[in-house]
Nanobody, 119 residues
């Protein structure tokens, strides 16, 4: 069984930074990617970006490109989301989830961590 736990959220002012962590436990052999998602107030959940097993990254939102960076530390079984120059519109609950090899939907969602950016 695979589990993910997000942490690192909080309340910050616009322009500040946060680093979120996604700790993964369990067998990762069949995991193709770890994806960061977010759901803002009264919004649908959206994919922020992902990191593949080989470390390659991709970002789905133009609004975060150049500000957010996804990385991984395999020794710690942890994936990070470094968020710089935060904006009020980044306010959301941030989730990580796992994409199995050959799957089309993310699974093993964590409970999320709240990020609130004040103006």
């Amino acid at each position: 069984q695979v589990h993910v736990v997000e942490s690192g959220g909080g309340l910050v002012q616009a322009g500040e930074s946060l680093r979120l962590s996604c700790a993964v436990s369990g067998n990762m052999v069949n995991i193709a990617a770890v994806g960061w998602h977010r759901q803002g107030p009264a919004k649908e959940r959206e994919l922020v970006g992902l990191i593949l097993a080989n470390g390659a990254t991709g970002y789905a939102l133009d609004s975060v490109k150049g500000r957010f960076t996804i990385s991984r530390d395999d020794a710690k079984s942890t994936v990070y989301l470094q968020m710089n120059r935060l904006k009020p519109e980044d306010t959301a609950v941030y989730y990580c989830a796992l994409l199995r090899k050959g799957a089309t939907k993310y699974e093993h969602w964590g409970r999320g961590t709240q990020v609130t950016v004040s103006s």
